[in-house]
């Protein structure tokens, strides 16, 4: 899928009315796009302003400012900085920070760094605008009051620039929120005389971008109200008309209309060549919609013609370093994709996808966990296309036509090296972030992250009141980002937590062992197909793939997994998922290491569903978990990292056990053997203590929780034991999509598992249910093992590429090195004997590893059906 380019505007520094009649001239020509003539005049202008008034008048710092705005218009990003900066500082000495020519300074800067992809740097200056403007309203001085029109006029003009940077990082609904509250806030304090506000225009213009994919009529609505604004207030030759017509074609295009969108762009690159000429951000971004619009119609060669115009066209004006040259370069290697031109397209690719993931390095650095998401979806798109040409270039998907030359399986190890630098990647950096941060011995750092996790705490507080609202939910929510984004801004160890290490897929096979096997598991077309990525100790060149997909009728996500459930579920022979899901990959690996014994996998997608090892060979009857050892990870880029024994002699060997909780529900609560629901669960005691009298053979300091004391207050104080076990109720409630809170937020906070009066919580106390989010909180940061001996634990939010929102994912972030959860809702006694023979074995010597396969494999003997000893799966080390 190309990408298309929507305008956002971005107001403009407005000479004033008294100057000297250069400055108006530099204003003239500027408004009409003729910036090359502006640039002496606004030379001039500085001059001028300097000899007339001197450096420290408003009037050369209003000159300066425009010489600036031209140089940003040429693409000059560099040299306008520099001249802002000396202005910021100049401004200050002069008049103060708390002044309106230094608010107008900051906000300028932070264009300018937004321009450059600076988005720290960027929201740093609009906030900081934005606070004195605060500081301004706040003292209702005379200087207020003398400048009151133009003390409102800033903060929507700051605000709006934010919106835009929120915009441009994913931020969407942030965006939204902003834009909305800015135009009612003009429409009340303006009246009647809104319209003619020029941001009023801005802001209704971007509103509309938001609306193009989710309610494109809303959008063209929105963009014709903007065309008549900026026809009476600029004219129909201004760049702000051009900038709307052209995000008006691309509500053409997306509302099925190419030929009406054709003659418009056809015609808007007539009269920007006439009025600004050829070198112009308008022109240049006109071409590419034109280029992409006639990608979509297959006039491939014309597509490219216009394309490589834009691209010579935006280098020679504007520069490699940024975004709408990555984008062009994007749009060209699909051209040559689709034109079987896969080497030209190849080298492309490369370069757009190395430019994605320096910018993910740079700005992941500041972003909260959910602004990290929000920022690389917005990227993904270029990622993903890789991802896709890629495998096609590999040959694993025949394509009709398509002449051998162009095929090399060479691809496959970028795609590998791909994953190891993007899977998990929000996932790994946040859990790395808060195991260096508390390392750091730094009490003031540690003291702000604690406060950040109390609010955190505050949100599943207000979550689970009856009488919550989304309003003060999201107030938490934006004052844990605040505070996250802080940390981020300001603390080297949270930085560096984000921070990654190239790893290549050689690094990976370095650490294999003879029988061992790293998968990578991804998702391709909505799920159709899956690619295994494949490395042995034999791997050579590349690494191998094997490609698992849907049938003509039927598809993976669908109807075989739903039929993997339901003979779960039911008790019955499933025949058909280990040819379907596991036969492809097994097979590919048996070719190139003939005694296979151990497969380090990351699962993808559906794959977080599957329990491989509960899938029978219809042929040998073996099950997977017989014919070889399985080792999920999030990301075969773990290996690398593995340190186990020097973590091991640092932690000191205790346990804590719970088990059947009080629920607080009464007498008539009934016994059950099911973990789910609120029935009391008494084999829990069983377990709990038999898994004590294993620990205390081996002289293991151990805790027992049990009845009123399994309760959540006792797990959220707890301190890194070694192994942590919590036998009750487990649940996952699938998010409503209706709710206003981000999606993986909810994910996390309709999942966890219940502990004591949580039937029945006293008042002023928790509640008795542990969310995940709540479990990101835990002091898990040197604990070995967490079992979750509960129903559906390992459930939650899928999400392609970065693994499920739930608890397994919290209590990775909280520490825990490897965590036992369940996939589908457990039988009680099974259970129980389960762990017995897991901790039996683990304690007598075996890895974690060794002793829970056997514990599998010893269960399946009494109990035949996966069923009762497939529930669970092994994650992390």
Same mark, same amino acid.
């Given at each position: 899928?190309?990408? /298309?380019?929507?305008?956002?505007?971005?107001?403009?520094?407005?000479?004033?009315?008294?100057?000297?009649?250069?400055?108006?001239?530099?204003?003239?020509?500027?408004?009409?796009?003729?910036?090359?003539?502006?640039?002496?005049?606004?030379?001039?202008?500085?001059?001028?302003?300097?000899?007339?008034?001197?450096?420290?008048?408003?009037?050369?710092?209003?000159?300066?400012?425009?010489?600036?705005?031209?140089?940003?218009?040429?693409?000059?990003?560099?040299?306008?900085?520099?001249?802002?900066?000396?202005?910021?500082?100049?401004?200050?000495?002069?008049?103060?920070?708390?002044?309106?020519?230094?608010?107008?300074?900051?906000? +300028?800067?932070? +264009?300018?760094?937004?321009?450059?992809?600076?988005?720290?740097?960027?929201?740093?200056?609009?906030?900081?605008? +934005?606070?004195?403007?605060?500081?301004?309203?706040?003292?209702?001085?005379?200087?207020?009051?003398?400048?009151?029109?133009?003390?409102?006029?800033?903060?929507?003009?700051?605000?709006?620039?934010?919106?835009? %940077?929120?915009?441009?990082?994913?931020?969407?609904?942030?965006?939204?929120?902003?834009?909305? =509250?800015?135009?009612?806030?003009?429409?009340?304090?303006?009246?009647?005389?809104?319209?003619?506000?020029?941001?009023?225009?801005?802001? /209704?213009?971007?509103?509309?971008?938001?609306?193009?994919?989710?309610?494109?009529?809303?959008?063209?609505?929105?963009?014709?109200?903007?065309?008549?604004?900026?026809?009476?207030?600029?004219?129909?030759?201004?760049?702000?008309?051009?900038?709307?017509?052209?995000?008006?074609?691309?509500?053409?295009?997306?509302? #099925?209309?190419?030929?009406?969108?054709?003659?418009?762009?056809?015609?808007?690159?007539?009269?920007?060549?006439?009025?600004?000429?050829?070198?112009?951000?308008?022109?240049?971004?006109?071409?590419?919609?034109?280029?992409?619009?006639?990608?979509?119609?297959?006039? !491939?060669?014309?597509?490219?013609?216009?394309? !490589?115009?834009?691209?010579?066209?935006?280098?020679?004006?504007?520069?490699?370093?940024?975004?709408?040259? #990555?984008?062009?370069?994007?749009?060209?290697?699909?051209?040559?994709?689709?034109?079987?031109?896969?080497?030209?397209?190849?080298?492309?690719?490369?370069?757009?996808?190395?430019?994605?993931?320096?910018?993910?390095?740079?700005?992941?650095?500041?972003?909260?966990?959910?602004?990290?998401?929000?920022?690389?979806?917005?990227?993904?798109?270029?990622?993903?296309?890789?991802?896709?040409?890629?495998?096609?270039?590999?040959?694993?998907?025949?394509?009709?036509?398509?002449?051998?030359?162009?095929?090399?399986?060479?691809?496959?190890?970028?795609?590998?090296?791909?994953?190891?630098?993007?899977?998990?990647?929000?996932?790994?950096?946040?859990?790395?972030?808060?195991?260096?941060? !508390?390392?750091?011995?730094?009490?003031?750092?540690?003291?702000?992250?604690?406060?950040?996790?109390?609010?955190?705490?505050?949100?599943?507080?207000?979550?689970?009141?009856?009488?919550?609202?989304?309003?003060?939910?999201?107030?938490?929510?934006?004052?844990?980002?605040?505070?996250?984004?802080?940390?981020?801004?300001?603390?080297?160890?949270?930085?560096?937590?984000?921070?990654?290490?190239?790893?290549?897929?050689?690094?990976?096979? =370095?650490?294999?062992?003879?029988?061992?096997?790293?998968?990578?598991?991804?998702?391709?077309?909505?799920?159709?197909?899956?690619?295994?990525?494949?490395?042995?100790?034999?791997?050579?060149?590349?690494?191998?793939?094997?490609?698992?997909?849907?049938?003509?009728? =039927?598809?993976?996500?669908?109807?075989? %997994?739903?039929?993997?459930?339901?003979?779960?579920?039911?008790?019955?022979?499933?025949?058909?998922?280990?040819?379907?899901?596991?036969?492809?990959?097994?097979?590919?690996?048996?070719?190139?290491?003939?005694?296979?014994?151990?497969?380090?996998?990351?699962?993808?997608?559906?794959? +977080?569903?599957?329990?491989?090892?509960?899938?029978?060979?219809?042929?040998?009857? =073996?099950?997977?978990?017989?014919?070889?050892?399985?080792?999920?990870?999030?990301?075969?880029?773990?290996?690398?990292?593995?340190?186990?024994?020097?973590?091991?002699?640092?932690?000191?060997?205790?346990?804590?056990?719970?088990?059947?909780?009080?629920?607080?529900?009464?007498?008539?609560?009934?016994?059950?053997?099911?973990?789910?629901?609120?029935?009391?669960?008494?084999?829990?005691?069983?377990?709990?203590?038999?898994?004590?009298?294993?620990?205390?053979?081996?002289?293991?300091?151990?805790?027992?929780?049990?009845?009123?004391?399994?309760?959540?207050?006792?797990?959220?104080? !707890?301190?890194?034991?070694?192994?942590? $076990?919590?036998?009750?109720?487990?649940?996952?409630?699938?998010?409503?999509?209706?709710?206003?809170?981000?999606?993986?937020?909810?994910?996390?906070?309709?999942?966890?598992?219940?502990?004591? $009066?949580?039937?029945?919580?006293?008042?002023?106390?928790?509640?008795?249910?542990?969310?995940?989010?709540?479990?990101?909180?835990?002091?898990?940061?040197?604990?070995?093992?967490?079992?979750?001996?509960?129903?559906?634990?390992?459930?939650?939010?899928?999400?392609?590429?970065?693994?499920?929102?739930?608890?397994?994912?919290?209590?990775?972030?909280?520490?825990?090195?490897?965590?036992?959860?369940?996939?589908?809702?457990?039988?009680?006694?099974?259970?129980?004997?389960?762990?017995?023979?897991?901790?039996?074995?683990?304690?007598?010597?075996?890895?974690?590893?060794?002793?829970?396969?056997?514990?599998?494999?010893?269960?399946?003997?009494?109990?035949?059906?996966?069923?009762?000893?497939?529930?669970?799966?092994?994650?992390?080390?």
């Amino acid at each position: 899928m190309k990408a /298309v380019f929507i305008l956002l505007m971005i107001p403009l520094v407005v000479a004033g009315q008294t100057w000297d009649e250069v400055s108006v001239t530099t204003a003239r020509a500027y408004h009409a796009g003729n910036f090359e003539q502006a640039l002496p005049w606004a030379r001039t202008a500085v001059k001028l302003a300097e000899q007339e008034f001197g450096t420290t008048h408003p009037n050369y710092f209003t000159s300066i400012n425009d010489l600036a705005s031209v140089l940003k218009k040429m693409g000059r990003y560099a040299e306008a900085q520099t001249i802002e900066q000396q202005i910021l500082v100049a401004i200050s000495n002069a008049l103060g920070t708390e002044h309106l020519a230094y608010v107008t300074a900051l906000k +300028n800067l932070g +264009n300018t760094c937004l321009a450059l992809e600076e988005y720290q740097q960027a929201e740093f200056y609009y906030s900081r605008a +934005n606070l004195l403007v605060g500081k301004i309203i706040d003292k209702r001085d005379a200087y207020y009051t003398e400048n009151t029109f133009q003390v409102f006029d800033a903060h929507v003009s700051t605000s709006l620039q934010l919106g835009v %940077l929120l915009q441009r990082t994913g931020r969407l609904q942030v965006a939204e929120q902003t834009y909305t =509250k800015l135009i009612q806030f003009c429409k009340t304090y303006l009246g009647e005389t809104y319209q003619a506000y020029p941001p009023y225009a801005t802001l /209704v213009n971007n509103l509309a971008l938001l609306y193009m994919d989710k309610d494109a009529e809303k959008a063209e609505a929105y963009l014709k109200e903007v065309l008549v604004l900026h026809q009476n207030g600029h004219g129909e030759n201004s760049a702000y008309y051009f900038q709307t017509l052209l995000n008006l074609a691309s509500v053409y295009e997306r509302t #099925q209309r190419p030929e009406e969108a054709q003659n418009l762009l056809m015609l808007l690159l007539e009269k920007i060549k006439a009025t600004q000429g050829e070198t112009t951000a308008d022109y240049i971004t006109t071409l590419s919609n034109l280029a992409q619009l006639l990608f979509n119609q297959d006039q !491939l060669n014309e597509s490219e013609r216009y394309t !490589l115009q834009a691209l010579q066209l935006h280098e020679r004006s504007f520069g490699k370093n940024n975004q709408m040259y #990555q984008t062009l370069l994007h749009n060209l290697a699909e051209t040559y994709q689709w034109q079987n031109r896969f080497a030209e397209a190849d080298s492309l690719f490369k370069i757009v996808v190395q430019k994605v993931l320096s910018d993910v390095e740079k700005n992941f650095t500041y972003l909260t966990e959910s602004e990290k998401r929000s920022f690389y979806q917005h990227n993904a798109l270029f990622i993903n296309e890789y991802a896709s040409f890629a495998l096609f270039k590999s040959g694993a998907i025949p394509l009709p036509g398509l002449p051998k030359e162009q095929l090399s399986k060479n691809s496959l190890r970028d795609l590998y090296n791909l994953q190891l630098s993007t899977k998990a990647l929000i996932l790994n950096a946040t859990a790395k972030m808060k195991h260096n941060l !508390l390392a750091s011995n730094d009490t003031l750092l540690i003291n702000r992250f604690e406060k950040w996790e109390q609010l955190k705490e505050q949100i599943a507080l207000e979550y689970n009141k009856p009488g919550s609202t989304q309003v003060n939910l999201d107030s938490i929510v934006q004052q844990v980002e605040w505070l996250e984004s802080t940390l981020a801004k300001y603390s080297s160890f949270f930085r560096k937590g984000y921070a990654t290490r190239t790893v290549a897929w050689q690094d990976v096979q =370095k650490k294999l062992k003879p029988g061992e096997a790293a998968v990578e598991l991804v998702r391709y077309y909505n799920g159709l197909i899956y690619a295994a990525l494949i490395i042995t100790p034999q791997t050579k060149l590349h690494p191998e793939v094997a490609i698992i997909k849907s049938s003509k009728t =039927k598809s993976l996500e669908k109807e075989f %997994l739903s039929y993997y459930k339901n003979s779960i579920q039911l008790k019955t022979t499933d025949t058909i998922s280990y040819n379907r899901f596991w036969k492809p990959v097994f097979d590919t690996l048996k070719k190139y290491t003939p005694k296979l014994k151990k497969i380090y996998l990351s699962p993808d997608g559906i794959f +977080n569903e599957v329990n491989f090892n509960t899938l029978q060979n219809p042929v040998t009857k =073996k099950y997977v978990v017989d014919e070889v050892s399985l080792h999920l990870l999030t990301n075969t880029r773990e290996v690398v990292d593995f340190k186990p024994k020097s973590r091991k002699e640092k932690t000191k060997r205790t346990a804590v056990l719970l088990g059947r909780p009080d629920y607080g529900a009464g007498t008539d609560l009934t016994e059950g053997t099911m973990r789910s629901g609120f029935t009391d669960l008494a084999a829990t005691e069983k377990e709990v203590t038999g898994i004590a009298k294993i620990f205390a053979t081996k002289k293991w300091p151990t805790q027992v929780l049990t009845a009123r004391h399994a309760s959540e207050e006792s797990v959220k104080q !707890l301190v890194n034991p070694h192994v942590l $076990h919590l036998a009750t109720h487990g649940f996952f409630l699938p998010p409503s999509g209706n709710n206003n809170m981000h999606h993986q937020l909810e994910a996390t906070l309709q999942s966890g598992i219940v502990l004591a $009066h949580a039937a029945n919580p006293p008042p002023g106390q928790d509640d008795g249910i542990l969310t995940a989010y709540e479990a990101m909180q835990l002091n898990l940061d040197s604990t070995e093992l967490v079992v979750l001996s509960a129903c559906e634990t390992g459930l939650g939010s899928i999400e392609a590429g970065e693994g499920v929102y739930g608890l397994q994912r919290t209590l990775k972030v909280a520490g825990a090195r490897t965590i036992l959860m369940s996939l589908w809702k457990v039988d009680d006694v099974a259970t129980q004997e389960l762990m017995i023979l897991f901790y039996s074995r683990w304690l007598s010597g075996s890895s974690i590893r060794q002793a829970f396969r056997y514990a599998q494999q010893e269960l399946k003997r009494k109990y035949p059906e996966p069923y009762y000893w497939g529930a669970f799966v092994m994650t992390g080390e």
